[in-house]
């Protein structure tokens, strides 16, 4: 047993691989907040108004969309371990009860209440039948696509809860594939297949909906498809992990590679970025949508970023100070922990601002077209502020207090099950592993 007040080296490890992830969160959260203010208040623009706004950092900003695509790994990555471990070690498979009412908790009651909100205060007016109120409460703006003030960057939200129902049939295939295969190292290349199925998918998806008849932001745009790359490489990253805890001594190359050399692996991130900035086949520093081939590119540039930026960070033994101080920190964790609520409130407080919505008295305008009346550090300094505040209240008032019920409620729902299966002939089930929170 380790001694009171002690932590063996792993644990050590661990506990600075969990607070790294949670760093990351916060870090793209407020990425993700930047790039989104940038483009709300003329610092990108599109090329027929001319050359960057504001030359170099428009280019860098523009760059700056990277940051979405960790969250996607890191679902794909934290959802499918259990099941991963279910398939490699013989581990019970994970409940999908309690796995579905986790997720629905997490996703949910946040999402449900920004909506409300939305619906109320800033497109009130803009309600003109039960389908415009029931469409975003149903998950359905993806597919019948129609823009809600506030609630812009929520399509995110129906392809993770996709996710979520497709990720236990995924799983079903990916263990029939290595079923009755004994060597590790075939189960883990023919658990890969699917995963290499969903990186082609989700690349050519990216250029057919850049296709020039389908017009720029189709309702394609929205679709979950594109973003299938970003998955697999998480529950990719999920497998090799698994691998690495079955051989601690031989763990996987690119985990080798990693704990060698952690840096370079931020250095390809960062060429990455640089190369989403650079544009390639595309005009840098503006919001232009782009051909199917700049398309193409850009979205090898996202998983790339997103992949070489994740490895240092779940693979044992990697990592380095510089990481662990940028990412480990209280106020990058705290971030961490409410960027969920970050992610989803901060347009309502940039059209706060803006005046517009049917609280001020008038149907709602995109951003798009309120350019010019707020600077982009006036209008980042009141998203900061005023998002981190309504985060906060979200995830220690709502967020929290729900899932900590929904855990109670299966603990004694489990509790029961034992209880029913220690009586006369009965067998204790085997305690099933809790997946991470991803969000």
Not at 4 to 29: M, Q
Not at 133 to 145: A, C, F, K, N, S
Not at 166 to 179: D, H, Q, T, Y
Not at 231 to 251: D, K
């Amino acid at each position: 047993m380790t001694a009171l007040g002690t932590r063996s080296p792993v644990e050590a490890r661990e506990k600075r691989r969990i607070a790294n992830l949670d760093g990351v969160r916060g870090i793209c959260a407020m990425i993700v907040v930047f790039t989104h203010v940038a483009f709300s208040t003329g610092v990108v623009l599109g090329s027929e108004s001319g050359p960057p706004q504001k030359g170099i950092w428009s280019i860098l900003a523009v760059g700056l969309e990277v940051g979405l695509g960790p969250f996607f790994i890191l679902s794909g990555m934290l959802l499918y371990k259990p099941f991963a471990r279910a398939t490699l070690r013989g581990t019970p498979k994970p409940s999908l009860g309690p796995f579905f009412l986790r997720r629905g908790l997490r996703l949910m009651p946040g999402y449900w209440l920004l909506t409300a909100f939305c619906l109320l205060f800033l497109n009130y007016t803009s309600i003109d039948s039960v389908w415009y109120v029931l469409r975003p409460l149903l998950l359905m703006q993806d597919y019948d696509y129609v823009w809600y003030a506030g609630m812009d960057p929520t399509w995110t939200i129906p392809t993770e809860a996709q996710f979520y129902l497709a990720l236990p049939l995924l799983a079903l295939l990916m263990n029939r594939l290595a079923k009755g295969v004994d060597d590790p190292a075939r189960k883990v290349r023919r658990m890969m297949i699917p995963l290499g199925v969903m990186v082609v998918i989700g690349w050519v998806f990216a250029g057919y909906m850049h296709m020039e008849h389908l017009g720029p932001w189709p309702p394609q745009y929205w679709w979950p498809f594109s973003r299938l790359g970003l998955f697999a490489v998480g529950m990719g990253l999920a497998i090799l992990s698994v691998r690495a805890e079955q051989s601690p001594q031989s763990p996987p190359g690119l985990y080798r590679a990693a704990a060698k050399r952690p840096g370079l692996f931020w250095l390809g991130a960062l060429a990455s970025y640089l190369v989403v900035c650079a544009a390639p086949l595309g005009n840098p520093g503006t919001w232009d949508y782009g051909s199917p081939q700049f398309a193409l590119v850009q979205h090898l540039a996202f998983l790339a970023f997103a992949f070489l930026l994740m490895v240092p960070l779940v693979a044992p033994k990697a990592s380095t100070p510089l990481m662990d101080a940028v990412l480990s920190n209280r106020p990058t964790r705290f971030l961490g922990r409410i960027s969920y609520g970050l992610y989803l409130w901060h347009f309502v407080v940039m059209y706060l601002w803006f005046r517009s919505g049917s609280i001020f008295g008038a149907p709602p305008v995109p951003a798009s077209m309120l350019i010019g009346r707020v600077g982009f550090w006036e209008m980042f300094g009141v998203v900061v502020v005023g998002t981190i505040a309504i985060a906060t209240a979200s995830y220690y008032f709502l967020e929290r207090p729900l899932m900590r019920a929904g855990e109670r409620w299966i603990a004694k729902r489990e509790a029961a099950r034992t209880a029913r299966a220690d009586g006369p002939g009965g067998l204790r089930p085997q305690q099933q592993e809790r997946p991470a929170s991803v969000v």
